[in-house]
């Protein structure tokens, strides 16, 4: 059974930079597409970045340049890193894991862009 914990997500200024974390518990992470997403209030949940098994990525357009999504197979860990944060940036951010095995879901953690 798979389980996904994200962690990172806090309250910035504008301008200001986070790194999210989400570490996977379970077996094959290697074998798993490992994408971030998030949720505004009164907003669809969408795709911020993926990055697929063999290490191919991809990022919705409104974010490119600002973030970068990584992943430590040793440490079982995928990253979102985050730069030059805007207000419209905030949401729940949702960590996500995808195989053959099935597609699991993190409970997600809180960014705030204000000042």
């Known amino acids: 059974q798979v389980q996904l914990v994200e962690s990172g997500g806090d309250l910035v200024q504008p301008g200001g930079s986070l790194r999210l974390s989400c570490v996977f518990s379970?077996?094959?992470?290697?074998?798993?597409?490992m994408s971030w997403f998030r949720q505004a209030p009164g907003k669809q949940r969408e795709l911020v970045a993926r990055i697929t098994s063999g290490g191919d990525i991809d990022y919705v357009d409104s974010v490119k340049g600002r973030v970068a999504i990584s992943r430590d197979n040793a440490k079982r860990t995928a990253y979102l890193h985050m730069n030059n944060l805007k207000p419209e940036a905030t949401a729940v951010y949702l960590c996500n894991a995808v195989s053959f095995r099935g597609v699991n879901w993190g409970q997600g953690t809180q960014v705030t862009v204000s000042s």
């Open positions: 379970g077996t094959m992470f290697g074998a798993y597409t």
